[in-house]
């Protein structure tokens, strides 16, 4: 470190760079080098003054002083600050005002090590609401009986195969729809079962985009895209469009509920975080939108090298969920969380409250 004073300005070369100072803002009657008056003092300062993260010595400078460009005179009365932007969060320093015209300065008081033992702690990763939030957006859970919707999208203007936002399109309807009504355009998928049935629980749809109705002349409706997720095309149908409440509040169920996976969606064989299945558990049981559940997988039977015989491994768990929409009989749930794949048949269970 080298300081050079040349006409008043003072440069310091540094290891971490260069800092000039210009003579507008560092006057040398500003800073007296034979030392510090007591009269620059703050009165009633409290000490020791602990240092903060992200302090710097002209926080601390100011601090103490009425002047803050006095950061220099404390870094020249403790040298064993090598680098002024390196100064570090819990040091204590102190002021000895008695000391103030022998030494001036400060004095660094280093805290003693103290060994701290506590349980480990891990910190969780808050789950992306954004992700559930597009989840629920882009598609629903129906009723067999609704895949018809109530109405469809007929065709556009200009003859074009598929449509985006502010496209305007013709629209047939099968029920009464008022210019400002939205209405999602959606296409079925897949058909979740009842667990241990064939009978259909309900039908996983993906939704196209948002429409809203502007007009209606003899019998067809024109209607504008407000929102469009992928392309829009003809015969794609129109239910009415469901209100997102973006506030997703985690609930824990008051009442133990055990169920199973029994859909993964597009017929996967595994599924992970942040995907969408389908569960045994629905309104009937008392389950809600919101309702955090944790997943289980069955232990594996193994054999054992001692004694020979099989052994079943316990049940572990590999993940939590939370619920998006509920039916009668089962749901359809968004994985939070999962440290190994998810299979059909692995056991979901309501999280007890801590």
Same mark, same amino acid.
């Given at each position: ?5 040349? +006409? ?8 971490? @760079? &260069? ?14 080098? $034979? ?16 240092? %903060?993260?992200?302090?710097?010595? /002209? ?11 006095? /950061?220099?005179?404390? /870094? ?23 000391? !103030? *015209? ?5 004095? !660094? &008081? ?34 067999? #009986? ?54 259909a629980a309900g039908v996983l749809v993906q939704h196209m985009g948002l429409i809203r109705i502007i007009s209606e ?17 003809? @015969? #794609?149908?129109? %239910? ?18 055990? @169920? ?5 969606? +597009?017929?996967? +064989? ?16 008392? !389950? ?8 289980? *997988? *069955? ?6 090298? &001692? ?30 969380? $999962? ?16």
């Amino acid at each position: 470190m080298t300081i050079i004073s040349i +006409n008043k300005l003072s440069v310091l070369t540094l290891m971490t @760079g &260069v800092f000039l100072f210009s003579s507008s803002l560092l006057q040398a009657d500003t800073l007296d080098m $034979s030392g510090i008056e007591a009269e620059s003092m703050k009165a009633d300062i409290s000490k020791p003054y602990i240092v %903060k993260k992200g302090d710097t010595l /002209w926080d601390i400078a100011d601090h103490f002083f009425k002047d803050p460009y006095h /950061w220099l005179k404390v /870094w020249e009365r403790n040298l064993y600050i090598t680098n002024p932007d390196l100064i570090y969060p819990g040091n204590q320093i102190w002021f000895d005002g008695k000391r !103030l *015209k022998k030494e001036g300065g400060l004095t !660094l &008081v280093q805290p003693k090590p103290q060994v701290l033992i506590k349980p480990v702690e891990r910190l969780e990763v808050a789950t992306d609401h954004s992700i559930m939030l597009t989840a629920l957006e882009r598609q629903d859970f129906i009723q067999p #009986d609704q895949v018809q919707g109530v109405g469809h999208v007929l065709d556009s203007k200009d003859e074009r195969l598929h449509f985006g936002v502010n496209d305007q399109v013709y629209l047939k309807m099968d029920q009464v729809a008022k210019a400002g009504e939205l209405f999602d355009v959606f296409r079925s998928t897949d058909v979740i079962p009842v667990a241990n049935s064939d009978k259909a629980a309900g039908v996983l749809v993906q939704h196209m985009g948002l429409i809203r109705i502007i007009s209606e002349e003899n019998g067809i409706h024109r209607g504008v895209i407000v929102k469009s997720f992928e392309e829009i095309s003809r @015969g #794609d149908r129109l %239910k009415p469009a469901r209100s997102i409440d973006p506030r997703i509040t985690p609930i824990l169920s008051e009442e133990p509920l055990s @169920g199973g996976v029994i859909y993964i969606r +597009n017929k996967a +064989n595994e599924a992970a975080q942040h995907q969408v299945i389908g569960i045994s558990l629905g309104i009937d049981d008392g !389950l809600k939108a919101g309702t955090v559940m944790s997943i289980h *997988k *069955k232990g594996r039977m193994v054999n054992s090298q &001692v004694g020979g015989g099989s052994v079943l491994l316990p049940t572990e768990q590999v993940g939590e969920l939370l619920v998006l929409v509920p039916q009668q009989k089962v749901s359809i749930a968004f994985i939070t969380k $999962s440290t190994a794949p998810i299979n059909i048949g692995d056991t979901i269970k309501t999280v007890a409250a801590p």
